[in-house]
């Protein structure tokens, strides 16, 4: 029954950062959500008894793509916004 | 075994959010975050029935391991070319028809 | 106006999407469990497949024809990606920060991390674990001496490069051919030799992905296009 209860914080969890990534106002914010998403993830694989998957989750979901998206974040944020480059 | 039908019925719902993410949102970075979400969707969908109906499955878990790799190196294509966009135009989203009708 | 008709009946259709998938969770979870006939076979042919664990076994054994798809498909990401890249931009000595107390944590974990990666490897022909965690730690490990700016010469567009991007793939289809040329399938091991084969394909499959992922990291454009032109950003 103690696990019931686990599984169901845990998909309460994975849906609530699911939906922070989605409907989140602030870009670096749904990013944050997003890496959280997949530390979620790769805990939900350990308790569907996917021990790999779990691995490349928290490798890939948490660390890899995180950083990717982190990255861009900044990146596009560093030009003034409105786009001084529309003529070229 | 009724914990892993929860896990599908997560998969079906960030199925739709995600779904419904790539289509309604305009910025190229939450679309590319809402598919990401959408594959997450899938992958615990492939999973989680066989985990329901029979116990693990090795080979639905091989199919998701090579899925999730493929799905890593096409966000980060993705992101090269939004940022290559991004360089060109100085926009993070794509014009739509009526935009370019002007 | 219309475009908010059109965003209302895109949200109506993708309640109505996962609507049904949600119906069809319900009519399938319904049925009754028929003869696992997958799980089955698989445990019947595991000790020829070379090695124990069943995950490795589908990757590399049993599907291994998906596997080598697969990395022909990051392979093509992986060129393109770099083909998109400014060539300064591959070998941009910018670095993101000197901190000195970063890179004395670096030097600490980057070797952990490459050592942890080569466990990972070998641990995955008997327990979780494999090519592509073993890949995509690989790529961390690169991206995070990368974000410290840490010179990464190989990364420099030329031969090295391509060579690292390739490896993996051409290794696998040349065991593959190997295999047909000798009489047997396409893909298929020689018996005996599946164990020690698998491994050599993993380390090359592990190195091509930590490439790849590593190369598509750091062809994203870096710096605004006027920076190239000379002066720091403003």
Same mark, same amino acid.
């Given at each position: 029954?103690?696990?019931?209860?686990?599984?169901?914080?845990?998909?309460?969890?994975?849906?609530?950062?699911?939906?922070?990534?989605?409907? #989140?106002?602030?870009?670096?914010?749904?990013?944050?959500?997003?890496?959280?998403?997949?530390?979620?993830? #790769?805990?939900?694989?350990?308790?569907?008894?996917?021990?790999?998957?779990?691995?490349?989750?928290?490798?890939?979901?948490?660390?890899? #793509?995180?950083?990717?998206?982190?990255?861009?974040? #900044?990146?596009?944020?560093?030009?003034?916004?409105?786009?001084?480059?529309?003529?070229? | 075994?009724?914990?892993?039908?929860?896990? =599908?019925?997560?998969?079906?719902?960030?199925?739709?959010?995600?779904?419904?993410?790539?289509?309604?949102?305009?910025?190229?970075?939450?679309?590319?975050?809402?598919?990401?979400?959408?594959?997450?969707?899938?992958?615990?969908?492939?999973?989680?029935?066989?985990?329901?109906?029979?116990?693990?499955?090795? =080979?639905?878990?091989?199919?998701?391991?090579?899925?999730? =790799?493929? /799905?890593?190196?096409?966000?980060?294509? /993705?992101?090269?070319?939004?940022?290559?966009?991004?360089?060109?135009?100085?926009?993070?989203?794509?014009?739509?028809?009526?935009?370019?009708?002007? | 106006?219309?475009?908010?008709?059109?965003?209302?009946?895109?949200?109506?259709?993708?309640?109505?999407?996962?609507?049904?998938?949600?119906?069809?969770?319900?009519?399938?979870?319904?049925?009754?469990?028929?003869?696992?006939?997958?799980?089955?076979?698989?445990?019947?042919?595991?000790?020829?497949?070379?090695?124990?664990?069943?995950?490795?076994?589908?990757?590399?054994?049993?599907?291994?024809?998906?596997?080598?798809?697969?990395?022909?498909?990051?392979?093509?990401? *992986?060129?393109?990606?770099?083909?998109?890249?400014?060539?300064?931009?591959?070998?941009?000595?910018?670095?993101?920060?000197?901190?000195?107390?970063?890179?004395?944590?670096?030097?600490?974990?980057?070797?952990?991390?490459?050592?942890?990666? *080569?466990?990972?490897?070998?641990?995955?022909?008997?327990?979780?674990?494999?090519?592509?965690?073993?890949?995509?730690?690989?790529?961390?490990?690169?991206?995070? *001496?990368?974000?410290?700016?840490?010179?990464?010469?190989?990364?420099?567009?030329?031969?090295?490069?391509?060579?690292?991007?390739?490896?993996?793939?051409?290794?696998?289809?040349?065991?593959?051919?190997?295999?047909?040329?000798?009489?047997?399938?396409?893909?298929?091991?020689?018996?005996?030799?599946?164990?020690?084969?698998?491994?050599?394909?993993?380390?090359?499959?592990?190195?091509?992905?930590?490439?790849?992922?590593?190369?598509?990291?750091?062809?994203?454009?870096?710096?605004?296009?006027?920076?190239?032109?000379?002066?720091?950003?403003?």
């Amino acid at each position: 029954m103690t696990e019931l209860w686990l599984d169901g914080l845990l998909v309460c969890a994975l849906l609530a950062t699911a939906a922070g990534a989605l409907l #989140s106002r602030d870009l670096f914010r749904a990013v944050v959500m997003f890496i959280a998403f997949g530390l979620l993830m #790769s805990l939900a694989w350990v308790r569907l008894r996917a021990p790999d998957i779990a691995l490349a989750e928290a490798i890939i979901g948490a660390g890899l #793509s995180g950083v990717l998206f982190l990255d861009a974040v #900044s990146h596009l944020r560093r030009r003034p916004a409105g786009g001084a480059a529309e003529d070229d | 075994m009724t914990s892993a039908l929860l896990y =599908v019925l997560a998969g079906a719902l960030l199925c739709g959010g995600g779904l419904a993410g790539c289509l309604l949102v305009r910025h190229l970075l939450r679309r590319l975050l809402a598919f990401n979400l959408l594959g997450s969707g899938v992958f615990l969908l492939l999973v989680g029935l066989p985990a329901h109906r029979h116990g693990s499955d090795p =080979v639905t878990h091989a199919l998701v391991l090579t899925g999730i =790799v493929v /799905a890593v190196a096409a966000t980060a294509l /993705a992101l090269v070319l939004i940022r290559r966009y991004f360089h060109l135009t100085g926009r993070v989203s794509l014009p739509t028809g009526r935009q370019e009708d002007r | 106006m219309i475009e908010r008709a059109r965003q209302a009946l895109l949200g109506a259709a993708c309640l109505l999407f996962t609507v049904c998938l949600l119906w069809a969770v319900r009519h399938l979870v319904a049925l009754p469990a028929e003869q696992q006939a997958l799980s089955v076979l698989l445990s019947r042919w595991l000790p020829d497949s070379g090695v124990s664990h069943p995950v490795t076994a589908v990757l590399l054994n049993f599907r291994s024809y998906d596997t080598l798809l697969e990395i022909g498909v990051l392979v093509i990401a *992986g060129m393109v990606g770099i083909s998109l890249a400014r060539t300064s931009a591959l070998e941009d000595p910018a670095m993101r920060s000197a901190d000195p107390l970063l890179h004395a944590l670096l030097r600490l974990f980057l070797p952990l991390l490459v050592l942890l990666a *080569g466990w990972l490897l070998w641990a995955g022909s008997s327990r979780p674990g494999g090519a592509f965690q073993a890949g995509a730690l690989l790529a961390a490990a690169g991206v995070l *001496g990368r974000l410290a700016g840490l010179p990464m010469a190989f990364l420099r567009p030329g031969t090295l490069l391509r060579a690292g991007l390739v490896l993996g793939f051409s290794v696998f289809l040349l065991i593959a051919l190997l295999g047909a040329l000798d009489g047997r399938a396409f893909l298929a091991y020689p018996p005996g030799l599946a164990g020690a084969l698998i491994l050599v394909i993993e380390a090359g499959l592990s190195l091509s992905i930590g490439m790849i992922l590593l190369a598509l990291f750091v062809s994203a454009p870096v710096a605004p296009e006027e920076d190239a032109d000379g002066g720091p950003p403003a």
